[in-house]
């Protein structure tokens, strides 16, 4: 297939509101992969998805999507594209299978046999009318609509919040089986870091409308990480290499992304004495690295 | 083949990839030419993300234990003795770093733990 090894890049995108903006918001997915986007409520998530959708254009900045920008293919891309929003906007007192049938005329590939194939595995009643349906269930129907018109870059804006482990682990395996297509690019927005901490390729966190990292996983998971030390071991070069310090009456810990080089400092600086480091989960690289100055991270 | 991983385990998952498929190709469970799954189809089965199992693959192809051929997949390389040597050897090697560790840890100077290991080797 001819087009960009990346199904998504986001470019130097900024957006201003009253209250809120995303400022140079830049990340690429290569084709065929997983992204999760991560951050705190009120981050910027759902506004940056929206500005990918098209729905909100930024005020400066590019999006191209298979390499092709909307203006020049906006409905092209549209077709390519599956979207499941955080909420379901769908017509309450229609059944599953009557929304299936409107939103599919809205899509060149849509395919209903496969719906239906869809709506059966995730035990959703067609029948049933959508305000009748548990919130599980309406993500269920929306991602099987998504699915149904074979989308090549499928957008998830908190899939997988409010579900139950059960239903959230289904969801995580659909996505692993749409991912044995080489082909198939998922970009999935969440505050449930374990959920990506086990699909995902590649990780971009972004705090108060700026991207702080967009990685590959193991890098930032494997290269940062959390050191501990107790007081007296305590020095103003060392606590240059460290982002989201904590201090306490007792020690003092810290996020470090090189941590040979703080391994270097410390043993220089005090002889003999010792920390503890300890592997990063994402949950505490986002804790620590939300309201830290983005000056400070030398990435 | 088999692949157990924890998350309990201090290397990373990759590196456990790495570490069992290394492991069985240095004592014969895997054979040279032997398949391994393709790098999705693994992904899914451990419910981990592709490029987790990529980095591993890249890995091992990168040591000259697999060999990722277009289109083909990845099979276990034809290096055989060599490798598998190699690899004993880097064994033999952590063992020795490890005894270092130990005696230094202990306080011995340089010059007793030759003198141990010559002691050792003349037993």
């Known amino acids: ?170 969801l995580l395996e659909v996505f692993l089986e749409l991912l044995q297509d080489e082909n198939c690019t998922i970009f999935f927005s969440s505050h449930i870091s374990s959920d990506m901490e086990k699909i995902a390729d590649y990780l971009t966190l972004i705090d108060n409308g700026r991207i702080l990292l967009s990685e590959e996983k193991h890098k930032l998971l494997d290269g940062w990480s959390i050191v501990k030390a107790d007081n007296r071991c305590k020095s103003p070069e060392l606590d240059a290499l460290l982002c989201g310090k904590k201090e306490g009456d007792f020690g003092y810990s810290g996020i470090v992304q090189d941590g040979a080089e703080f391994r270097r400092r410390f043993a220089a600086r005090f002889p003999g004495a010792e920390y503890r480091t300890d592997r990063l989960t994402l949950d505490e690289l986002l804790v620590r690295l939300s309201g830290s100055q983005r000056e400070e991270l030398v990435c | ?56 693959y890249d890995d091992l192809e990168a040591d000259g234990f697999i060999v990722t051929r277009q289109g083909k997949g990845s099979v276990v390389a034809q290096a055989g003795a060599a490798f598998v040597r190699e690899a004993k050897l880097k064994g033999m090697q952590q063992h020795l770093e490890d005894a270092i560790t130990a005696g230094r840890a202990l306080g011995m100077s340089d010059e007793e733990i030759t003198k141990m290991l010559e002691l050792l080797l003349k037993e």
């Open chain 2, 1 to 56: 083949m088999y692949i157990i991983l924890s998350n309990n385990d201090p290397l990373p998952l990759y590196e456990q990839i790495k570490k069992q498929i290394t492991e069985q190709i240095v004592n014969g469970r895997l054979l040279p030419e032997e398949s391994l799954p393709s790098i999705r189809a693994l992904a899914k089965e451990l419910e981990i993300s592709v490029i987790t199992v990529k980095k591993a």
């Open chain 1, 1 to 170: 297939m001819a087009g960009s090894e990346y199904a998504l890049e986001v470019q130097g995108l900024s957006k201003r509101f009253e209250r809120f903006e995303l400022k140079d918001v830049s990340f690429r997915i290569p084709r065929g992969y997983i992204m999760g986007f991560a951050g705190r409520n009120g981050a910027g998530k759902t506004t940056t998805i929206k500005c990918i959708l098209d729905l909100v254009k930024g005020d400066s900045g590019s999006i191209r999507i298979f390499g092709e920008d909307y203006a020049n293919n906006p409905i092209g891309i549209r077709d390519r594209i599956g979207y499941v929003s955080e909420d379901s906007p769908f017509y309450e007192d229609m059944t599953a299978a009557w929304t299936g049938r409107f939103v599919g005329k809205f899509y060149s590939r849509f395919d209903s046999r496969q719906f239906a194939g869809w709506l059966d595995r995730f035990q959703v009643d067609p029948g049933k009318k959508v305000k009748e349906l548990s919130r599980g269930m309406k993500v269920k129907l929306s991602l099987a609509l998504a699915l149904s018109h074979h989308p090549e870059l499928l957008i998830l804006d908190e899939p997988t919040s409010g579900l139950d482990p059960v239903v959230r682990s289904e």
